[in-house]
């Protein structure tokens, strides 16, 4: 599973000229599936991404949490993430999840922030999605499940 998390100072998705989520201060998430993702697996990664301390605090110094400044989350999957490009010039999307799982977790991860209270706005699984964003910093973090 892969996470791009941006720090946003707003951020919204437009699909079909309609916006399908909008968030002020907060992360912009792009979320990427593959085959061997789990509900396990998509614990950590939000257990990881909430945690993350990249809030600037009275100091500005990054020591505060999403949670600590009041953020929103936009949840936004994208398939692309698992692009591999070793060979040729157009990228290969095999590793990425069968819609029917990563559409799964995608809800998965999206029930389990707002159950833990967390303010979420959504793009459309499977759209042709705009996403506009304003990036705080720019501060873009790179969350990989192989990684944790």
Do not use: H, W
Request: charged residues 20%; contains cysteine.
């Amino acid at each position: 599973m892969r996470f791009v998390i941006q720090r946003v100072s707003e951020a919204s998705v437009t699909v079909d000229n309609q916006v399908t989520g909008n968030i002020n201060q907060g992360f912009l998430v792009l979320i990427g599936v593959c085959d061997t993702d789990t509900k396990e697996i998509a614990d950590k990664m939000i257990r990881k991404m909430l945690g993350l301390r990249i809030f600037e605090d009275a100091d500005g110094k990054t020591n505060l949490s999403l949670d600590a400044v009041g953020g929103a989350l936009l949840l936004v999957s994208q398939f692309t993430l698992y692009a591999d490009c070793r060979k040729g010039n157009r990228p290969s999307f095999i590793r990425a999840g069968a819609p029917e799982l990563a559409n799964e977790l995608y809800e998965y991860i999206i029930q389990s922030c707002r159950d833990q209270g967390y303010y979420v706005q959504t793009g459309t699984f499977g759209a042709d999605m705009k996403v506009q964003l304003l990036n705080d910093g720019p501060f873009t973090i790179i969350l990989d499940s192989v990684d944790l």
